[in-house]
């Protein structure tokens, strides 16, 4: 179990510690559910999700995973993760990274994240934070560091995809695997069964997952 953890651990890793999971915080899509993944699975903008969007948007996520492109998660792709960045910092190809090009991958790593963050924060596009957008981006953080304090490492929604998907323990998980935890998942929060959760589902999903975590904390 061990070993399965530590490879599972490295694929999250390969992605910045975020996976693609149909999550029953509230019925949410993306990274670790919310708003933010629902926008993003909700393609056409009409507020609900349906499995052809749900599972596009996880086609998307499973690319970005699949850093090796041979068509599954496993301990490569960590390893071919780290070659291109190597490969990316050593910018003038002499196979050795010199502190100038150290400093310049950091940065540019710095650069990425700065935006990425810009960009979840930016929830009506606009390109620009408003104050409203900037308080609900610092009450999002402070809720998942809550929740890892209290998780720990199971806390962690993409770990718990990763390890679930892998349904035949041998440590890799493929496109197929990932595809049937995603529309397992979506089943549960779709409850009657219509090929589609609304809001009401989602918000109905995150009571649920509330109500367990309450129990947890008290028993």
């Keep these: 179990?061990?070993?399965?953890?530590?490879?599972?651990?490295?694929?999250?890793?390969?992605?910045?510690?975020?996976?693609?999971?149909?999550?029953?915080?509230?019925?949410?899509?993306?990274?670790?559910?919310?708003?933010?993944?629902?926008?993003?699975?909700?393609?056409?903008?009409?507020?609900?999700?349906?499995?052809?969007?749900?599972?596009?948007?996880?086609?998307?996520?499973?690319?970005?995973?699949?850093?090796?492109?041979?068509?599954?998660?496993?301990?490569?792709?960590?390893?071919?993760?780290?070659?291109?960045?190597?490969?990316?910092?050593?910018?003038?190809?002499?196979?050795?990274?010199?502190?100038?090009?150290?400093?310049?991958?950091?940065?540019?790593?710095?650069?990425?994240?700065q935006a990425r963050m810009f960009n979840r924060l930016d929830t009506d596009g606009s390109g620009g934070l408003s104050q409203a957008e900037m308080i609900a981006g610092r009450e999002a953080r402070a809720q998942r560091r809550g929740e890892t304090r209290r998780g720990g490492r199971r806390g962690n929604p993409a770990m718990r995809m990763l390890r679930r998907a892998d349904t035949n323990g041998d440590q890799i998980v493929t496109k197929a695997e990932f595809d049937a935890r995603i529309e397992q998942r979506f089943s549960r929060v779709d409850t009657d069964g219509s090929g589609v959760i609304t809001a009401a589902e989602r918000e109905t999903a995150q009571a649920k997952v509330k109500e367990r975590r309450s129990q947890r904390r008290t028993s």
Excluded: C, H, Y
């Design 1 to 113: 179990m061990r070993k399965l953890t530590l490879s599972l651990t490295a694929v999250a890793l390969v992605i910045g510690g975020t996976g693609f999971a149909v999550a029953q915080q509230g019925g949410n899509f993306g990274p670790a559910g919310g708003e933010r993944g629902m926008a993003r699975a909700d393609a056409n903008g009409d507020g609900q999700i349906t499995l052809a969007e749900a599972k596009a948007q996880g086609d998307q996520r499973f690319a970005r995973m699949d850093a090796n492109g041979d068509g599954q998660l496993s301990q490569d792709d960590r390893v071919a993760r780290i070659e291109a960045r190597f490969a990316e910092a050593d910018t003038n190809g002499d196979g050795e990274v010199s502190p100038a090009e150290m400093t310049a991958a950091r940065e540019a790593r710095a650069a990425e994240r």
